[in-house]
């Protein structure tokens, strides 16, 4: 706990954790994960996200889904 003029608070850990340290989610992101954008017709992105939901997933997991069962398709084909 810390004192600060007559009031007390609670430090909090940061949840995020790199090679054993707490650290901030934008620290965090820097190091775990690349980002890119990607555009579609006007539009379609709510056909995505209303597909996912039905899914139970984010819009984020559904497409890395998608991404990571197209390449596994399309390797086999390849290994055909």
Known sequence: MIAERGHCFIKKE???VVDGQHVSLEDYRKTKVDQFVTRVPKGHKSV???HAETQGESLNS???RA???T???DTKKADS
Do not use: G, V
Request: hydrophobic share 40%.
């Open 14 to 16: 940061k949840p995020y």
């Open 48 to 50: 995505l996200q209303a």
């Open 62 to 64: 559904f497409i890395n």
């Open 67 to 69: 991404a990571n069962e």
């Open 71 to 73: 390449m596994q398709r």
